[in-house]
Structures are given as C-alpha cells and as structure tokens.
C-alpha cells in the first residue's frame, strides 16, 4: 500500500522545454489535488478533479494543463517551461463524501533554468 | 487575496516549551479548520483539525483553539520537543461549492532547540 506515489522527485528543465509529472494512488480516493509549494507562500492549488473525468482550476492554473487519466492518476503536464515554475511541486488526494482531510505524496522538486 | 493568514513566519522554542501559531480568515463559510505538519524534503500531513461547533480540541500535547466571532485560531504545543521542528500549515475549507478545497496559510518554520 504505497498511498500516493510521484515521478519524478527531482527535474531539471531548460525554459520551453515540456515535462509531464505523475501522481498515482492505491487508495481508491476519488479527488485529486495538484499543488505548488513556494518559499513563504505555503500551497497553492493548481488544478483539482473531483472524480474521473473531470477537472477544474485552482488558484494558479496558468502555464499548467491535467488530465485524470482514470481513478488511479492524476498528471500535470508543463507544455512550455518558465523559470516562475521552479518549485516543488505535491499532488494530494481525498476519498468521496463529506470528509475534508487530503493525502499529499512526497513531492517533485522543479528547477527551471 | 490571501484568505488565511498565518503567522509568525517563523518560531524558536527552547525544548519544553509552548510554541503558539495563529492563524486568522475571512471566509465566514469555512467550516474546517485543519493544521498540516511538513518535515524537510516530506509531503504535508494532517496533524490536527476542528470543526466551527467547538471552541477547542485537543490531541496529545496539540490543541487548537478556534475563536468563531474573532475568525481567529491557534495552534498550541506543549512541552515541544525537538522532534516537533517542521513546518506548520494552516488551512481552511468549506464543504459547499468549493468542493472542500484547502486554502493554506503561508506557513510557520518551527525549530524547538535542545
């Protein structure tokens, strides 16, 4: 029972170039969160999918695109990167109904030169 | 418009001690309260939470306190402990519209000496 697992941990981009990260989780949850985390900015919602086949925006979406691939994961694609995207990067789940609390995974750290 | 405010940014404890971050918001639809706790190089982990119906809640040596009319609350450690250095999140959430998102605080970098 891995709980929420992301690849890579650690990448390292030129600015344009493209990445995608990946987050999966085993724990059949039904909502998944991408998050960005900045010195002195706590975390900052990217883009969240209530269940399969949905998503929505957060707080910061642009220069970002997700795709909920099915139940299990959740990937948040950089199509042109920026050095203002350098940042580590948690992707977090909920199970369905009227609970609140989200399961983050160990994070990506993002450098873009 | 940053709808949680945290603070101090940062705190030094002696090991013993009683360290104390606040938090306060503006959305009075935020009906969950919960604290993160993020060691270096971790993902967040809930630690603590509270719902607006209760004025306290206490686990172990955590508690918050969670004042409604002031839409401020705290997070209390008692007798902290070196283990306890991490950083805290604040955050809050409703369960109507926003799909029980989180809004977090900017954080507090706790470090409890020896």
């Known amino acids: 029972n891995a709980g929420v697992t992301q690849t890579p941990k650690f990448q390292v981009l030129k600015t344009g170039q493209s990445m995608t990260l990946q987050c999966a989780q085993d724990?059949?949850?039904?909502?998944m969160y991408w998050y960005r985390q900045d010195p002195g900015m706590g975390l900052r919602l990217i883009y969240y999918s209530a269940s399969e086949g949905t998503t929505d925006k957060g707080e910061v979406p642009n220069g970002y695109n997700v795709s909920r691939l099915n139940k299990r994961e959740f990937s948040l694609r950089l199509e042109s990167a920026a050095p203002s995207q350098t940042s580590v990067y948690f992707c977090?789940?909920?199970?369905?109904?009227?609970?609140?609390?989200?399961?983050f995974g160990p994070g990506t750290r993002l450098t873009v030169t | 418009q940053q709808q949680v405010k945290q603070s101090p940014q940062s705190l030094i404890v002696q090991k013993g001690g009683i360290s104390i971050i606040n938090c306060a918001y503006e959305n009075t639809a935020f009906d969950y309260f919960p604290w993160y706790q993020q060691f270096p190089g971790k993902g967040p982990a809930l630690l603590i939470a509270?719902?607006?119906?209760?004025s306290e809640k206490k686990e172990g040596r955590f508690t918050i306190s969670f004042n409604k009319s002031a839409k401020q609350f705290s997070l209390h450690i008692m007798d902290s402990q070196p283990g306890d250095s991490a950083t805290y999140f604040c955050a809050a959430s409703n369960s109507g519209g926003s799909n029980y998102k989180l809004t977090f605080g900017k954080g507090t970098l706790l470090t409890v000496n020896p």
């Open positions: 509270i719902r607006p119906d209760v």
């Open positions: 977090a789940t909920r199970r369905q109904g009227n609970t609140y609390e989200q399961y």
């Open positions: 724990m059949n949850h039904n909502s």
